[in-house]
């Protein structure tokens, strides 16, 4: 049985990860998200747009 050739490129996983990550987002108007990568296809990091460390959401007003 021959490998599979129908998988996703790097770009397309990182990009998945990263929209995965900007639905922890709790804005609701602006959703973003992140993945830092190394030139050896590594996540460094993850991320997306929120509150500071230590900042409370409930106390902030969402509206533009």
Same mark, same amino acid.
């Given at each position: 049985? $021959?490998? +599979?050739?129908? #998988? /996703?490129?790097?770009?397309? #996983?990182?990009? =998945?990860? $990263? /929209? &995965?990550? $900007?639905? +922890?987002? *709790?804005?609701?108007?602006?959703?973003?998200?992140? %993945?830092?990568?190394?030139?050896?296809? *590594? /996540? &460094?990091? /993850? =991320? #997306?747009? =929120?509150?500071? &460390?230590? %900042?409370?959401?409930?106390?902030?007003?969402?509206? +533009?």
């Amino acid at each position: 049985m $021959a490998k +599979r050739s129908d #998988y /996703i490129s790097w770009d397309e #996983y990182f990009m =998945g990860v $990263a /929209i &995965l990550a $900007a639905q +922890r987002s *709790k804005d609701p108007n602006t959703q973003v998200g992140a %993945c830092i990568v190394s030139n050896d296809n *590594k /996540i &460094l990091s /993850i =991320g #997306y747009n =929120g509150m500071p &460390l230590n %900042c409370s959401d409930d106390d902030f007003t969402w509206e +533009r």
